[in-house]
């Protein structure tokens, strides 16, 4: 029977932690050809959400407490790396997303989809939330060649493969199905429930968008020159370096044959400054070399306590 996981990041969501997982509960219990795992994150809450997840006694659930808050990607890495199931499902801790909804995502992902995400198309959020995030998934969509309306939203489907390939950090987690299709995987979509925020505060912010803007785009240059950082910089390099080259012989020609003065002449400089900036641009290309084949990325986060469980007293 196959596994499903569930993967729940939280920060600061302590009076959504046993209303989302009573709705789990049911709805999971319900999946007669599934077995299930719930897997609560939390991010370094300061509120006592820690303390209201190890309230729920239940052999079932399990709970990956952080020293402090890393944010949220580093929380879906974490719930990623100890996941177990077959099929692995995100959604929030804000009781936003619908676990009725769950079923739907099942019967799409049978359509041969190695992802599928949720779209919040009656989205029960403030306007200036809904514009940002309006021209966010337009700008995402438009640079990833993915076509989906919601980039953004935290209720998705996984299958184990893709889950294990993922490599999250900053606010890359706003950009899961576009990383996934610039993977090859096949992405889909399909439109959820979106519930008001009823406990706690948003974590949204104009801010978080425009980092995560910027940690998109360097994706899209790692994706493509993370393994051959010379193809990049050496090439910018060369062409840098070789037209400086013939700027400088051409002044020399015209300094040898005909006589004229280079000291006043601003094309000097220019001929002069490319060079130097190719020999830069080579020289960052060995260094990105050299990084790739040294480096390897650690864990963005620290896990003060791992809990679980052993008996089921909430039923």
Avoid at 186 to 208: C, F, L, W
Avoid at 252 to 272: A, T, V, Y
């Amino acid at each position: 029977m196959p596994l499903i996981s569930v993967v729940i990041p939280v920060f600061n969501e302590r009076e959504n932690i046993r209303p989302l997982y009573q709705k789990l509960k049911k709805v999971l219990g319900g999946l007669k050809d599934y077995k299930y795992e719930i897997l609560f994150v939390d991010d370094g809450s300061i509120d006592g959400t820690e303390e209201e997840i190890k309230k729920i006694k239940d052999s079932q659930v399990k709970a990956i407490i952080f020293r402090r808050n890393f944010g949220k990607s580093a929380a879906l890495s974490a719930g990623f790396r100890f996941a177990r199931g077959d099929l692995i499902f995100t959604l929030d801790g804000d009781l936003q997303d619908e676990p009725a909804e769950i079923p739907h995502f099942l019967e799409k992902i049978k359509e041969g989809y190695d992802l599928v995400s949720g779209w919040k198309k009656e989205r029960k959020d403030p306007f200036n939330k809904r514009f940002f995030s309006k021209i966010f998934n337009k700008v995402i969509s438009h640079s990833s060649g993915l076509k989906i309306h919601d980039f953004n939203c935290g209720f998705k489907l996984y299958k184990k493969e893709l889950v294990r390939e993922l490599d999250i950090y900053g606010e890359l987690h706003r950009f899961i199905p576009a990383l996934a299709h610039l993977q090859g995987y096949k992405v889909g979509e399909i439109p959820v429930r979106h519930n008001p925020r009823i406990y706690g505060q948003s974590k949204y912010g104009a801010k978080r968008i425009l980092k995560g803007l910027f940690d998109f785009w360097t994706v899209l240059f790692l994706k493509r020159f993370m393994f051959s950082p010379m193809y990049f910089f050496g090439s910018v390099g060369s062409v840098c370096f070789i037209i400086g080259l013939l700027i400088n012989i051409y002044l020399s020609i015209e300094k040898i044959f005909f006589h004229q003065h280079l000291s006043n002449r601003p094309l000097l400089l220019l001929g002069i400054l490319l060079m130097i900036l190719g020999i830069q641009f080579v020289s960052i290309g060995f260094l990105g070399e050299l990084q790739v084949s040294l480096s390897k990325r650690k864990a963005p986060y620290s896990i003060k306590e791992i809990i679980q469980h052993q008996q089921d007293d909430s039923r």
